[in-house]
């Protein structure tokens, strides 16, 4: 009896210790599924949030696209209401209002517009070019004179004929003034020593001749001249455009005394067109179109 009772004693001994190690296998089955579960979710979680922000990085550079767009739009329109809007006329800013750097940079700015400047930019002058005739600008509109003096900062003087060194009369023709002075160094800092001459029907009749009325009320009697000074880029422009006249021509410079030509708007550009040249032996010869 009492081996049997042992025996039974280690047979349930045996059933619950089988028991156990079942029951903790199935914690630990449970735990891991617990973990699993976990790990798989956190994973969908992660997904989840990287392919909300890939939308959201989408969407962005879409709205970035759409205004990047809407901008090029915009601009293109922009410059097509200005190509088809009549230019402005710019008024030319009060007599030494600007610094010399300022000034170079709007100047600048406007002889870049030049239908032609990309040739003159690449230029060179050389020794077999000759001398440069004078370019003369046949513009008659007061307009388009305010125009050219205000985009390419021109400077009408106006002085005594027999004696230039008294002084000069600065005109700010735009306003209507009269500015007498003696500072020639301020001409120097700012202007080539060539200059522009002005005759023919702009002195007796437009906004030249009005402001050669004001400066002999206080220049009193004897000759005047007018003359138009230029900034030293917009001379060699002109001196580089006389040149190429008389090439186009087939004419040598030193036979040459004046190359006439009109500065006028093109588009939202300029164009300096040549229409003839005047010979030194009285000749005047039409400039062809183009030139």
């Known amino acids: 009896l009492q081996r049997q009772q042992e025996l039974a004693r280690e047979a349930e001994l045996q059933r619950q210790q089988e028991l156990a190690r079942e029951a903790e296998l199935q914690r630990q089955q449970e735990l891991a599924r617990e973990a699993e579960l976990q790990r798989q979710q956190e994973l969908a979680r992660r997904a989840e949030l990287q392919h909300q922000q890939e939308l959201a990085r989408r969407a962005e550079l879409q709205r970035r696209a759409e205004l990047e767009r809407q901008a090029e739009l915009a601009r293109r329109a922009e410059l097509q209401r200005q190509a088809e809007a009549p230019p402005q006329p710019v008024t030319p800013p009060p007599v030494g209002s600007e610094t010399v750097k300022d000034r170079d940079q709007r100047v600048s700015k406007s002889i870049a517009l030049l239908d032609d400047y990309r040739e003159f930019a690449v230029s060179q002058r050389t020794d077999t070019d000759g001398p440069i005739p004078a370019l003369l600008l046949s513009n008659t509109d007061d307009a388009e004179w305010l125009d050219?003096?205000?985009?390419?900062?021109?400077?009408?003087?106006?002085?005594?004929?027999?004696?230039?060194?008294?002084?000069?009369?600065?005109?700010?023709?735009?306003?209507?003034?009269?500015?007498?002075?003696?500072?020639?160094?301020?001409?120097?800092?700012?202007?080539?020593?060539?200059?522009?001459?002005?005759?023919?029907?702009?002195?007796?009749?437009?906004l030249f001749a009005q402001a050669l009325t004001a400066v002999r009320g206080k220049a009193g009697s004897g000759e005047l001249t007018l003359s138009l000074l230029c900034p030293p880029k917009f001379m060699a422009y002109l001196n580089w455009k006389s040149l190429k006249t008389c090439t186009s021509m087939g004419v040598a410079s030193k036979d040459v005394a004046a190359c006439h030509g009109r500065l006028v708007r093109s588009g939202t550009g300029w164009v300096l067109s040549m229409e003839l040249i005047t010979l030194r032996d009285g000749r005047r010869l039409r400039v062809g179109r183009g030139t």
């Open 148 to 206: 050219v003096i205000g985009h390419f900062d021109l400077l009408p003087i106006a002085y005594r004929t027999r004696d230039p060194q008294k002084g000069y009369f600065a005109l700010d023709v735009a306003r209507g003034d009269v500015i007498p002075t003696t500072d020639f160094d301020y001409l120097g800092a700012r202007y080539a020593q060539n200059a522009l001459q002005v005759s023919g029907r702009p002195l007796r009749k437009g």
